[in-house]
């Protein structure tokens, strides 16, 4: 069984930066791959960033490219999302998840990941 437990979520201003960090314990029998997936209220569960396995290959939703960086620490089984110039519509709830489906993680599809963690909200004023 595999525990997320996602932290540094908070609120800012627009034009503001927050990192999110989101830990992973429990049994790990492969290698697996990873993303960060955002909520609203009323609204669908969509991806915003996944990384493989390595930590080398990473892909983003367009919404958030070139504001958000992910990454991952293999060492101490953490995984990152970096957000600068964060906007009101960056306000959500985020979430952190695994999935051992690593041909299709960069599609960034919820239905394609399996563990979750309990989420993180994020809340950016104009």
């Known amino acids: 069984q595999v525990q997320l437990v996602e932290s540094g979520g908070g609120s800012v201003e627009a034009g503001g930066s927050l990192r999110l960090s989101c830990a992973v314990s429990g049994s790990t029998s492969s290698p697996y791959c990873m993303g960060w997936f955002r909520q609203s209220p009323g609204k669908e569960r969509e991806g915003v960033a996944g990384?493989?396995?390595?930590?080398?290959?990473?892909h983003y939703s367009d919404s958030v490219k070139g504001r958000f960086t992910i990454s991952r620490d293999n060492a101490k089984n953490i995984l990152y999302l970096q957000m600068t110039n964060l906007k009101p519509e960056d306000t959500a709830t985020y979430y952190c998840?695994?999935?051992?489906?690593?041909?299709?993680?960069?599609?960034?599809?919820?239905?394609?990941?399996?563990?979750w963690g309990q989420g993180t909200q994020v809340t950016v004023s104009s």
């Open positions: 990384i493989g396995t390595t930590g080398h290959d990473t």
């Open positions: 998840a695994t999935t051992y489906s690593c041909a299709t993680y960069w599609r960034l599809w919820p239905r394609d990941y399996n563990n």
